[in-house]
Nanobody, 126 residues
Framework: QVQLVESGGGLVQAGGSLRLSCVVS??????????LGWFRQAPGKEREFVAA????????KYATSVKGRFSISRNKAKNTVYLQMISLDPEDAAVYSC?????????????????WGQGAQVTVSS
């Protein structure tokens, strides 16, 4: 079984920055077997893809709405995936969840991910 725990959410003013972290663990577990993604869901809206990264960390993918503002990365030594967010807009406010997929490459489809974290709230004030 694989567990994911997010941290780093909070309240930020529009234009501000936040960095989300997601620690991935399990028994047995090999961090490099999993491609990782971030998704978000705002109240009354469908869950949407934000960003994802392959097992090597060399090929990140982003939703059009966050490209150029958000950056996904992974740290093998810490079994952690990060989402650095800058120039935040009230439209970015949502619960952000990380997800893991037992595959070399990620997809933007939530249904393709087997393991999920509980989520971290991001609130952006205008």
């Amino acid at each position: 079984q694989v567990q994911l725990v997010e941290s780093g959410g909070g309240l930020v003013q529009a234009g501000g920055s936040l960095r989300l972290s997601c620690v991935v663990s399990g028994h047995p577990f090999t961090f490099s077997r999993y491609s990782l993604g971030w998704f978000r869901q705002a109240p009354g809206k469908e869950r949407e893809f934000v960003a994802a990264i392959d097992v090597s960390g060399a090929r990140p993918k982003y939703a059009t709405s966050v490209k150029g503002r958000f950056s996904i990365s992974r740290n093998k030594a810490k079994n952690t995936v990060y989402l650095q967010m800058i120039s935040l807009d009230p439209e970015d406010a949502a619960v952000y969840s990380c997800a893991a997929r037992t595959a070399l490459n990620p997809t933007p489809m939530a249904v393709d991910y087997e393991y999920w974290g509980q989520g971290a709230q991001v609130t952006v004030s205008s």
